[in-house]
C-alpha cells in the first residue's frame, strides 16, 4: 500500500542535542512538506520542497534543517537551536502544486518528540 | 490576526445531531479550501475538497464555501461517535506553490 511512513513515532532529546526525524513515501509524490502542531496553534509550516535538491523555508523554520536527496525521502533535523521543540511533528506530501490546482496532502501519523 | 481563524471548541454533541464547524479568513487569494479529520494521535486526513464559493456534499458531510464573506463551513448531518476527532480547516491562493495554511482546529466529541 502506498503511503507516508515517519519514524520513529515517539522520540526523546536531551538539552544541547540535534535529532533527526525520518519522513519516507512511496506515493511517488514530488512535493514533500514538515508541519509542527501545538496544542491550539494548529499546524505550522516548518519546511517544504516541490522537487528534489530544492526546498523552501516555511513560517517557522528557524532551529530546524531539511534535505531533499530523494524523492521518496525527507528528513527533518531538530538542532540544539530550536528553543521549544517539544511538540508533534507531521510529514506530508502531495503532487506538485501549481497555481492554478491545489490538491490535498497525504499525511504520515507523525512523531512526537520531547525534550528531557 | 492568523490569516485563517477556527474556532477551536471543545464542541460536544449527542448521537445524530447535525454538527456546523467554520472557519474565517483574511486573505482574499485564497480559492481551495479543504478540510481534514484528524483522529487522536494521528495524522490528518483528507475529508473535502472545494474550489472557489459554492456547496460541495459527500454522503453525511457538506461544504460550503463564501467568498464574499470569507467564511467556510462543514456540516455533518447525524452525527456518529466515530466522527469524534479535530476537524482543520485548510486553504491555500492560487499563487502560493503548494502551501496550505491551516486552521487552530475544531475538537468534536460526539456522544452515544
Known amino acids: 500500500d502506498g503511503g507516508i511512513t515517519q519514524s520513529p513515532k515517539y522520540l526523546f532529546r536531551k538539552e544541547g542535542q540535534n535529532v533527526t526525524l525520518s519522513c519516507e513515501q512511496n506515493?511517488?509524490?514530488?512535493?514533500m512538506y514538515w508541519y509542527r502542531q501545538d496544542p491550539g496553534q494548529g499546524l505550522r509550516l516548518i519546511y517544504y520542497?516541490?522537487?528534489?535538491?530544492?526546498?523552501q523555508k516555511g513560517d517557522i523554520a528557524e532551529g530546524y534543517s531539511v534535505s531533499r536527496e530523494k524523492k521518496e525521502s525527507f528528513p527533518l533535523t531538530v538542532t540544539s537551536a530550536q528553543k521549544n521543540p517539544t511538540a508533534f511533528y507531521l510529514c506530508?506530501?502531495?503532487?506538485?502544486?501549481?497555481?492554478?490546482?491545489?490538491?490535498?496532502?497525504?499525511f504520515g501519523s507523525g512523531t512526537r518528540l520531547t525534550v528531557v | 490576526q492568523k490569516e485563517v481563524e477556527q474556532d477551536p471548541g471543545p464542541l460536544s454533541v449527542p448521537e445524530g445531531a447535525i454538527v456546523s464547524l467554520n472557519c474565517t479568513y483574511s486573505n482574499s487569494a485564497f480559492q481551495y479550501f479543504m478540510w481534514y479529520r484528524q483522529y487522536s494521535r494521528k495524522g490528518p486526513e483528507l475529508l473535502m475538497y472545494?474550489?472557489?464559493?459554492g456547496n460541495k456534499e459527500d454522503g453525511r458531510f457538506t461544504a460550503q464555501v463564501d467568498k464574499s464573506s470569507k467564511y467556510i463551513s462543514l456540516f455533518i448531518r447525524d452525527s456518529q461517535p466515530s466522527d469524534s476527532a479535530t476537524y482543520l480547516c485548510a486553504m491555500k491562493g492560487g499563487t502560493s506553490y503548494g502551501k496550505l495554511t491551516f486552521g487552530q482546529g475544531t475538537i468534536l466529541t460526539v456522544h452515544p
Open positions: 472545494t474550489y472557489s464559493s
Open positions: 506515493l511517488n509524490h514530488d512535493a
Open positions: 520542497s516541490q522537487i528534489v535538491n530544492d526546498f
Open positions: 506530508a506530501s502531495s503532487i506538485r502544486q501549481t497555481s492554478n490546482r491545489a490538491d490535498g496532502y497525504t
